[in-house]
């Protein structure tokens, strides 16, 4: 982990980041005359935003604060200037890391405080690296220990927060990175049970009898073809403060991994990156973190339903009738669409707590990759349009965009059974919509479906998304419970 504190005073062996403007004139920065023409003409002539000085004692690395111009939708570029600069830093770790440095500061030479903190965040999430089973681990660890934020305007709370965030970001990429040999869904339960010790949140998992107890078909039969047994973790932050009543429910798809379980998955590819199937648990548990590092006045609860999908013995099959928790009948009928079966016992389940918002995060579904891609999230639900906004508002400031899917009733022709109350498979179009249409046959409250199978992992690093487990969701939430507590 990387920490980022705030400093006041820099000395002349500090490895510097000045974040300034293109008239800055370098003056003050502990720089030759020389150093400054240089530096100068590589902004003027060459457009360059970012200037590496190398005074071999240390660098003085310049970075320019490039406003974008404001979209024809006017008015909301701000998010685009710090998106850039996350970008940006992850840039510039490429240079820390190659001279082999320890400590950074980000100096903020233009009074940018919140551009400062932008930078901050994408170097220490740039700093991320998963490498528990790498066996010489000092070799491959980054140089990058500490980053100091020198700036007047950016306070400690700021900086705190950013802290906590970036922390658990990582967190959720680890769980998300850590195979399913390791990381069971007794595993994943355990996991949560130590995040809660370690921030200050109530964990309870229920055991498979407890899941046969409570009939939670849809995930017992998606844990049939297992032989390790599924969960059901609930992790409940109630401060005394907190603002709202009604709890606001998180739920986070916990498949440990996914083959496809009968309907398998075709083995190229398709199957490599499917222990990522518990990104959106993986982001729940993260959020949990943050809110309760940070002592956020909100109470939240956390449901994840959690087990492998996999051809078995006693494998759910294409055909079967499944009662699920609220007592609705589904026909299965491919295995593959695993994800909504255990979602909607969670959803079902959610219902006794009678929340004021349930948010869902889940690797749901390939449609919502082909239709946008890894650059955003798949959005939908019943939320009134406020919410929506806010949650919109959140994913520009932290860059994991919603992108909202219409959700007309046309959908829900499409997950008609002639046997049961529903099936499980729409269509051959619009398959992130349909999979949203039969999760909110199981809702009776404010919703919102958060589709991160296209952000959840990445097979190439997009700056400092680094690749495989990127954490979303719970930046995004972080952000959400920061601003409406
Ligand atoms: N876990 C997958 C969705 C997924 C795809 C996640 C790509 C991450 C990257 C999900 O369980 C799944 O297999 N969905 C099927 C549903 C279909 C059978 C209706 C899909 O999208 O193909
Ligand atoms: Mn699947
Ligand atoms: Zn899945």
Redesign the pocket.
């Known amino acids: 982990m990387t920490t980022i504190s705030k400093k006041s005073t820099i000395n002349n062996n500090d490895n510097l980041v000045l974040l300034c403007n293109k008239n800055n004139s370098f003056n003050n920065c502990g720089l030759s005359k020389h150093e400054i023409d240089f530096v100068k003409n590589e902004i003027s002539k060459k457009d360059k935003k970012s200037v590496c000085v190398n005074q071999l004692n240390r660098l003085v690395m310049i970075q320019l604060i490039d406003v974008k111009p404001a979209p024809a939708t006017g008015g909301k570029e701000k998010h685009l200037t710090i998106e850039a600069l996350r970008k940006a830093a992850s840039n510039i770790h490429s240079w820390i890391i190659d001279a082999k440095i320890e400590s950074v500061s980000i100096v903020d030479a233009d009074n940018k405080p919140l551009e400062v903190l932008a930078f901050a965040e994408g170097l220490a999430l740039s700093n991320y690296q998963f490498l528990k089973y790498k066996k010489d681990k000092a070799k491959e660890e980054y140089s990058l220990k500490t980053i100091s934020v020198v700036s007047k305007n950016a306070t400690p709370k700021q900086i705190e927060e950013l802290n906590i965030v970036v922390e658990a970001t990582c967190i959720s990429r680890t769980l998300v990175n850590e195979p399913v040999n390791f990381l069971t869904a007794t595993q994943l339960s355990k996991e949560f049970q130590k995040l809660g010790k370690a921030s200050g949140f109530n964990v309870e998992v229920f055991n498979k009898e407890k899941i046969k107890a409570l009939k939670m078909g849809g995930l017992l039969s998606v844990n049939l073809g297992s032989v390790e047994p599924p969960t059901f973790s609930i992790m409940e932050y109630k401060p005394k403060n907190a603002k709202n009543k009604q709890p606001i429910i998180l739920v986070g798809k916990g498949?440990v991994y996914?083959t496809?379980g009968l309907?398998l998955?075709p083995t190229a590819n398709s199957m490599d990156?499917?222990k990522?199937?518990m990104a959106g648990a993986a982001a729940v548990a993260g959020t949990m973190y943050a809110i309760a590092k940070a002592k956020l006045p909100v109470y939240v609860i956390g449901l994840v339903p959690a087990t492998d999908?996999r051809p078995g013995g006693n494998a759910y099959v294409p055909g079967d009738v499944i009662t699920m928790y609220n007592g609705m009948t589904v026909e299965m009928l491919?295995a593959?669409?695993?994800?909504r079966m255990i979602l909607a016992d969670a959803l079902a389940y959610a219902q006794k707590y009678n929340p004021k918002l349930v948010i869902d995060l889940a690797?749901?579904?390939?449609?919502a990759?082909a239709a946008i891609g890894t650059s955003g999230i798949v959005a939908m639900g019943t939320a009134d349009e406020k919410t929506k906004d806010k949650l919109k508002q959140s994913g520009n400031n932290v860059f994991e965009r919603l992108a909202e899917m219409p959700f007309w009733d046309d959908y829900d022709e499409m997950i008609k059974s002639d046997i049961a109350d529903m099936k499980?498979?729409?269509g051959p179009y619009a398959?992130s919509i349909t999979?949203g249409k039969f999760l909110a046959r199981y809702i009776h409250y404010p919703w919102m479906h958060l589709d991160i199978?296209?952000p959840?992992?990445l097979t190439a690093k997009d700056s400092y998304r680094v690749k495989g487990g990127t954490g979303v969701g719970v930046r995004l939430l972080f952000d959400y419970f920061k601003n409406n507590a």
């Open positions: 498949v996914d496809g309907s998955k990156m499917m990522c199937d999908n491919n593959d669409a695993e994800g690797t749901l579904t390939g449609a990759v499980n498979l729409g398959g999979a199978a296209g959840a992992f």
